[in-house]
């Protein structure tokens, strides 16, 4: 009789966020699937979970996509 219970402790989150090329659309991405859609939180919950060194690697949660450029398609103007 086998009672052996294997536990996989990797997060989702995290392994998500590693395997990423592009770290700000992964930043987005996670925050939307896991966190309704609020960066700050998943950017908390990343630095939290992560060594300090990897920290610096996380783009800033108040910096993305805030520009004032306008956009239009010309075909409606």
Sequence with gaps: ???????NF??????EYNQAIDKTAALNT???KYFKGD???AHNYL???YIDSVEKDLPNP???NQSNNQYY???LI
């Design 1 to 7: 009789m086998n009672n052996l219970i294997t536990i």
């Design 10 to 15: 990797a997060d989702p989150i995290r392994e």
């Design 30 to 32: 996670i925050a939307f």
């Design 39 to 41: 960066r700050i939180e």
């Design 47 to 49: 630095s939290d979970n």
């Design 62 to 64: 108040l910096m993305i």
């Design 73 to 75: 398609q010309p075909e």
